[in-house]
């Protein structure tokens, strides 16, 4: 059983942008799933339809056989501390330390003062930012900030991480270690869905490639490489 | 868990609150402007208060009695005017009080003190003077004069005239600005206060808005809506104490430094007094005024961007 289904899912903007057209595809647990197209392809706009940010206009999204858009609020809330989200502009929450952003995560999802104490400093240490605990967003470079946003991403251990052009706004040596952390988490046995339109990142994932455009999947290889 | 929810939500607003220095400088400045006008209102009230308060005391009606009413009569009459529930006070003037006044009054002219012993008796009546706890209700007082309570335990009518009739006029003119200076004193408050609500409410709504995409990136991490509202309640009843605090420490000095003006201008209240007598009835509503505003404000502008 696949663990996200798109069924037919079209999103027309207020403005009249079709967004996305009549997509259907699946992705199985553990799978790395990387999503290519160009600017205004609508992978964001898939990621939103995950997230439950944006409703579909036509069609339906599935998380472990649930219809995504028909939950209530509080189960909403549950199925996103399922997923963990990483996006392009790392959203970190400005006010708050390295540790704090962190944490938020784990306090979001009910997690116990013992559980933040002893997990904050070991998932930074995966992202290997452990001498940052205590800084603020703004006192790091983009590379470090996309790593807290991973680490507080995966702090939960969620069943999925979304990370939407994570890479966009890296050097490429940044860009290559965070490919890696992500393959490491994957290996680890979570599904990951990536959205780039790097080359060099889908070459270096070399999982399942979907290809968009204008709002439509016009490629999905098993194992493939960027072909746009 | 519950605990540990409510210290996360407090700490984590506290700390926005001392991490967003300025943005919460502003809003705590702008607060302390809206709660001044709340004490200024308090205040002014009071100052209205006493002016009117004044001015009522100043009205009265005079009833005077027949030569021959006897003393027992008036007292008795006294005591049913007095339990009237329009009455605020009477005073019983005796004859020979009333005499002793008027000698006092007229001390020097001679011819007419000649004319007093030339009568030989004492001409002048009793009178009692009767105050309404509100000037609109003589005419009730009035009315009730010319009723049957006014006879003795005989039968005769003890009250000779009133000077209601003479003072009718004045007294409903009176009456009528009293209830007006009342209205219009409500009706200013009302919008000063719902003013400067607004524009702390338009403030606080800004501070939020600019927390929008925070709140969006909450919302995605799964957190309730309970949770990501709290600190920004919490930053919103910081923003009123601290506002309230500062709003009453400057109180202190103005009004030690305008209370012998206030004295002078509006007969006789001395505003430094009225805050100290009022000091934690005023502390009451300035900073639970404060605390209620920003948390509604707060609570309100947070809404609007939860639907993500």
């Not at chain 2, 001015?55 to 009695?65: A, L, M, Q, S």
Request: hydrophobic content about 45%.
């Amino acid at each position: 059983m696949p663990m996200i289904y798109f069924d037919k899912v079209t999103k027309i903007y207020p403005d009249n942008s079709v967004a996305l057209e009549e997509v259907t595809f699946a992705i199985e647990p553990k799978e790395f799933l990387t999503v290519v197209g160009h600017s205004g392809a609508g992978k964001t706009t898939l990621i939103k339809m995950l997230l439950a940010e944006e409703k579909p206009t036509k069609g339906a999204v599935f998380f472990e056989s649930k219809n995504i858009h028909k939950l209530k609020k509080k189960e909403i809330n549950m199925v996103r501390r399922q997923i963990g989200a990483v996006f392009q502009d790392f959203r970190l929450l400005p006010n708050k330390t390295v540790f704090e952003n962190i944490a938020f995560a784990m306090e979001a999802a009910g997690r116990t003062d013992e559980e933040i104490q002893s997990d904050v400093p070991h998932v930074l240490e995966l992202v290997d930012l452990g001498n940052k605990i205590w800084n603020f967003p703004h006192q790091l470079s983009g590379g470090e900030k996309q790593r807290v946003a991973i680490a507080r991403a995966i702090v939960n251990q969620p069943d999925i991480l979304i990370a939407d052009e994570p890479t966009g706004n890296l050097d490429p040596i940044n860009t290559f270690d965070i490919v890696q952390i992500f393959k490491k988490i994957n290996e680890l046995g979570t599904t990951v869905i990536l959205t780039t339109h790097n080359k060099g990142v889908v070459d270096s994932v070399g999982g399942r490639v979907i290809t968009m455009e204008n709002g439509k999947i016009i490629r999905d290889d098993k194992s493939g490489n960027y072909v746009l | 868990m519950l605990i540990t929810k409510i210290k996360r939500v407090v700490r984590s607003g506290f700390n926005s609150f001392w991490r967003n220095g300025f943005v919460s400088f502003v809003s705590v400045f702008v607060m302390v402007v809206t709660l001044f006008v709340i004490a200024g209102v308090v205040f002014s009230g009071a100052l209205l208060n006493s002016s009117l308060e004044q001015i009522r005391n100043k009205v009265d009606i005079n009833v005077y009695f027949v030569t021959s009413a006897e003393e027992e009569d008036i007292l008795a009459f006294k005591k049913t005017i007095d339990v009237l529930p329009q009455v605020q006070s009477s005073e019983y003037v005796a004859k020979d009080k009333a005499l002793d006044i008027f000698k006092e009054r007229h001390g020097s002219d001679q011819s007419i003190l000649q004319a007093l012993e030339e009568l030989g008796e004492n001409p002048l009546r009793a009178l009692l003077t009767i105050k309404a706890k509100d000037p609109s209700q003589y005419d009730s007082i009035a009315k009730f004069l010319q009723s049957d309570a006014t006879l003795s335990q005989s039968g005769s009518n003890i009250v000779d005239t009133t000077n209601y009739p003479e003072n009718q006029v004045a007294i409903e003119r009176l009456a009528k600005i009293v209830s007006a200076a009342d209205k219009l004193g409500f009706a200013l408050t009302l919008i000063f206060v719902i003013l400067s609500i607004l524009v702390t409410f338009s403030t606080i709504q800004l501070v939020i808005h600019s927390a929008k995409d925070e709140i969006a990136v909450m919302r995605l991490m799964g957190a309730s809506s309970k949770y990501i509202r709290g600190p920004f309640v919490v930053g919103g009843i910081m923003y009123g104490l601290i506002a309230g605090i500062l709003t009453l420490g400057l109180l202190y000095p103005i009004t030690l430094y305008v209370g012998p003006f206030t004295e002078d201008f509006f007969v006789g209240i001395n505003l430094f007094t009225y805050f100290m007598a009022n000091f934690w009835q005023l502390c009451l509503i300035v900073l639970g005024s404060g605390v209620i505003i920003g948390s509604i404000s707060s609570y309100m502008a947070v809404r609007k961007h939860l639907k993500v």
